[in-house]
């Protein structure tokens, strides 16, 4: 089966609408390859952060995109995708605030994007394709025969990431969540290379005021049609 006739989900959004669970589950479900873009750029600050290397050292950080090792494992019942880098798992550690807004920076620069991309691309492998990201149907996956983009409200991604911390043992103030979170979507909407937004031909979901299951069942809906 060649790339261009595989199966290819594209799930994007902004951070807090569910695509890491969707994605997961429904990859599952058909038994297809996951591909979580955002675990790639946190591995990738990650990596940054642990070297100690400044992200306007474009050369530096071309030689990180280019020998990175990434390995996504899902099991059944397991809320989280663990994350291996280098062997190692490092999920936890990618979920942190800090990964997090590094990553959003080095998102931005686009010798990284270009890199990253051809590598990206190789998850296309037979049976098919999930792809969780914030320009995987626009620029990662642009002819993806499935695409769909989560949305939900500031307020109820900042709650949910709330609930998120809590259950991690880590505290958090409303307030100061929302703010990032708003922070975050400027950021990723108004960036030069691949901005944040939804392919023409994407299903979009609100999912604020809906299940998991709910937006799933509209997901597996999409593909089976």
Do not use: C
């Amino acid at each position: 089966m060649s790339q261009n006739t595989i199966p290819i989900l594209t799930i994007d959004g902004p951070s807090g609408v569910g695509k890491g669970t969707v994605a997961r589950i429904v990859a599952q479900k058909q038994n297809w390859n996951l591909l979580d873009s955002g675990a790639i750029y946190r591995a990738f600050a990650l990596t940054v952060d642990a070297r100690k290397i400044d992200i306007s050292n474009e050369e530096a950080l071309e030689k990180i995109a280019q020998t990175i090792d990434l390995e996504f494992k899902t099991k059944l019942g397991n809320e989280l995708v663990s994350v291996y880098l280098n062997g190692k798992d490092v999920s936890n550690i990618l979920r942190t605030e800090k990964i997090g807004g590094m990553a959003s920076k080095i998102a931005s620069i686009g010798m990284v994007r270009a890199t990253l991309l051809k590598w990206q691309k190789d998850f296309a492998k037979a049976p098919g394709l999930v792809a969780d990201g914030r320009d995987m149907g626009t620029t990662v996956f642009p002819n993806a025969l499935f695409k769909v983009y989560l949305t939900a409200s500031a307020d109820e991604r900042a709650n949910r990431r709330l609930r998120q911390m809590q259950m991690q043992g880590s505290k958090g103030i409303i307030s100061q969540i929302l703010a990032k979170v708003k922070v975050r979507d400027k950021h990723d909407s108004l960036r030069k290379y691949s901005p944040l937004k939804p392919a023409k031909d994407a299903l979009i979901i609100d999912t604020t005021k809906l299940s998991i299951d709910e937006v799933i069942t509209q997901v597996v809906a999409l593909i089976e049609a």
